[in-house]
């Protein structure tokens, strides 16, 4: 069992930024991000391969996170900037334990708050 702890949540005004981490246990196939709002559905955020370090975003984050990885550390960083209220979120780190398996390891979240 793969365990995840994430951090870097905090508050922070419209169009300033912020960097989560996500510290892994143990190696994953890949990992994600996901936010939850209230009153809203998961929705992903981001996703990075292990072995390519190639990262997809969603449409409502890209060209504003950029999500990086520290194989040596096992470690994920999603680094956000230009933030909007909209991104206010509880941030979920998941890793996938090989490819096809879904998400097999949830962190406990970290809040992300952003003021107007």
């Known amino acids: 069992q793969v365990q995840l702890v994430e951090s870097g949540g905090g508050l922070v005004q419209a169009g300033g930024s912020l960097r989560l981490s996500c510290a892994a246990s143990?190696?994953?196939?890949?990992m994600s991000w996901f936010r939850q709002a209230p009153g809203k559905e998961r929705e992903f955020v981001a996703v990075i391969n292990w072995s390519t370090g190639r990262p997809i975003y969603a449409d409502s984050v890209n060209g504003r996170f950029t999500l990086s990885r520290d194989n040596t550390k096992n470690t994920v960083y999603l680094q956000m900037n230009s933030l909007k209220p909209e991104d206010t979120a509880v941030y979920y780190c998941?890793?996938?334990?090989?490819?096809?398996?879904?998400?097999?390891?949830w962190g406990q979240g970290t809040q992300v708050t952003v003021s107007s």
């Open positions: 998941a890793g996938t334990r090989e490819l096809g398996s879904g998400y097999n390891y």
């Open positions: 143990g190696r994953t196939f890949s």
